[in-house]
């Protein structure tokens, strides 16, 4: 698990992200705060602590996974413009990768919730978008929390569709759509306070087929 350290994530915007946008990525910093025990600070130029750069040095809208410890003394989150689409979705999305979490459909028991189609996705878009991750990292990852299909980090019916048709397909019983949450779910907070022990805010107890925290953290957490 590459957590922040002391649960606190320097984040720097960088001069190409138009005035405009940025107090969209202030608002989900500020949304992150109050909804974990995490603190998202706005760096100062001179500050020279490890960060996120929210940058467009390259196109589309992407992170990377976790406190990533990069030589630079930075690391990378790309917000291309059309990254500002579709209210704070992306922003959200983005900052919970770069906060450790990888998307919904990446699970490794994801096969018992939706189908992927990998002969309809783009090829280079499979690996990291995708594949799944294994049985021992994703119990980790995803912490005693059920798959969740309104999570924000599951991606939509035909995302990354070589040719149109549905990539991602839903075989619960669930009736809504996927992939179109604006802001995260009961168990995207859940799962961001379990990760970084944030013991006084909400922890999914309540949600069916979680495992209560304590027992994760006993696990995964302290020396058994």
Known sequence: MRRWPN???LVKIDAGIPQDKRHHIYTVMDSINALSCLKMVNASEGDSGYH???NTFKPGCWSMVGHTGSDKGWQSLNMGPTCFSNGNRVIHHELLHALGFFHMQSRHDRDKFVKVYKD??????WEAN????GEDEGTVLWLGLPYDYNSIMHYSTNAFSLNGKITVEV??????????TRVPSRGDV???????ECWDHYL???I???TPYKQIHQKYFKEN
């Open 7 to 9: 649960n606190t994530v």
């Open 52 to 54: 996120i750069l929210v």
């Open 120 to 125: 309809r996705v783009v090829p280079q878009n």
């Open 130 to 133: 995708f594949k799944k991750k």
């Open 171 to 180: 075989l619960g019983k669930f009736s809504g759509e996927i992939g179109i």
């Open 190 to 196: 859940a799962g961001l306070n379990r990760l970084y």
């Open 204 to 206: 999914g107890d309540d």
């Open 208 to 210: 069916p087929g979680a």
